[in-house]
């Protein structure tokens, strides 16, 4: 009796692990969609895809970001994609596009409700410090606009203030 409920629950944990596997597969399948959408700017499919798979958008996201395609990042948006969802390297999108010099990336995110206060708790790293190094003034103004908290501090225990001064751009900040 033991013997055959083994059997049993041996034979359901396959069926699991089978039906979870198809459906990764489907999920990278539909990913690889998106991406051949997103570099090609089709955005009447990509917006198709979107409406059918909304968990999906917020993937997107990230891939939109990268080829930078505009029209495709804010179809997504628009279309429910949460911007603070992706984690790359433990970093939102909020953190990587302070960094970037094209300010259209990081006002859509704020625009859509990103928060400007995600900490990255493992390195303690803030997007308002993402876009002092990088020397992004026009961003800190957009973060600290959107209710970023200045008065935050490094893991190195550096305040805004003290990161800013640092900066070959330091006069733009004072």
């Given at each position: 009796m033991n013997l055959l409920r083994r059997k049993h629950y041996t034979l359901i944990?396959?069926?699991v692990m089978v039906a979870a596997?198809?459906?990764?597969?489907?999920?990278?399948?539909?990913q690889l969609q998106s991406r051949k959408y997103i570099?090609?700017?089709?955005?009447?499919?990509?917006k198709q895809l979107v409406n059918q798979r909304e968990r999906l958008a917020t993937a997107m996201l990230d891939?939109?970001?990268?080829?930078?395609?505009?029209a495709a990042f804010e179809l997504l948006l628009n279309a429910g994609a949460k911007p603070d969802g992706i984690r790359y390297e433990?970093?939102?999108?909020?953190?990587?596009?302070?960094r970037n010099a094209d300010r259209f990336w990081l006002a859509k995110l704020l625009e859509h409700g990103a928060n400007p206060n995600y900490n990255e708790v493992i390195r303690s790293i803030y997007p308002i410090a993402?876009?002092?190094e990088a020397n992004q003034p026009a961003n800190v103004?957009?973060?600290?606009?959107?209710?970023?908290?200045?008065?935050?501090?490094?893991?190195?225990?550096?305040s805004m203030l003290a990161l800013a001064w640092t900066t070959p751009l330091s006069d733009l900040y004072f």
């Open positions: 944990f396959a069926g596997s198809i459906l990764a597969g489907y999920q990278y399948l539909l570099k090609n700017n089709d955005l009447a499919n990509l891939d939109a970001y990268s080829e930078g395609n505009k433990r970093l939102t999108l909020v953190h990587k596009s302070a993402q876009a002092i103004r957009l973060l600290v606009k959107a209710g970023a908290d200045v008065n935050v501090c490094t893991s190195r225990n550096e």
